[in-house]
Nanobody, 124 residues
Framework: QVQLVESGGGLVQAGGSLRLSCVAS????????MGWFRQAPGKEREFVAA????????DYADSVKGRFTISRDNAKNTMYLQMISLKPEDAAVYYC?????????????????WGQGTQVTVSS
């Protein structure tokens, strides 16, 4: 049973930084793609970033390129999302997701497992 547990959300001022973590368990994730998505109130869930666990190649939404960095720690089975220069429009619930494939995609329905989410609030 795959489990994904996010943490690290909170309240930050615009321009500030946060690092989200996603601890993954229940599988060996070398053949998985891991992703971060977010959902703001009244909006659809949207892709933020993805990472191929094996090889570490990454992909980002245009809205976060240059500000967010996705990474992983193999020894801890943990994925991270480092966010800097946060904007009020970055405020959302952030979800960790896992896809049983080495092909990274940005489509929400392509992901097989989801965490419960962690709230990020950005004050202006």
């Amino acid at each position: 049973q795959v489990q994904l547990v996010e943490s690290g959300g909170g309240l930050v001022q615009a321009g500030g930084s946060l690092r989200l973590s996603c601890v993954a368990s229940g599988r060996t994730f070398s053949s998985y793609v891991m992703g971060w998505f977010r959902q703001a109130p009244g909006k659809e869930r949207e892709f933020v970033a993805a990472l191929r666990w094996s090889g570490g190649t990454t992909d980002y939404a245009d809205s976060v390129k240059g500000r967010f960095t996705i990474s992983r720690d193999n020894a801890k089975n943990t994925m991270y999302l480092q966010m800097i220069s946060l904007k009020p429009e970055d405020a959302a619930v952030y979800y960790c997701a896992a896809r049983r494939s080495v092909l990274a995609v940005t489509t929400e329905r392509a992901y097989d497992y989801w965490g419960q989410g962690t709230q990020v609030t950005v004050s202006s």
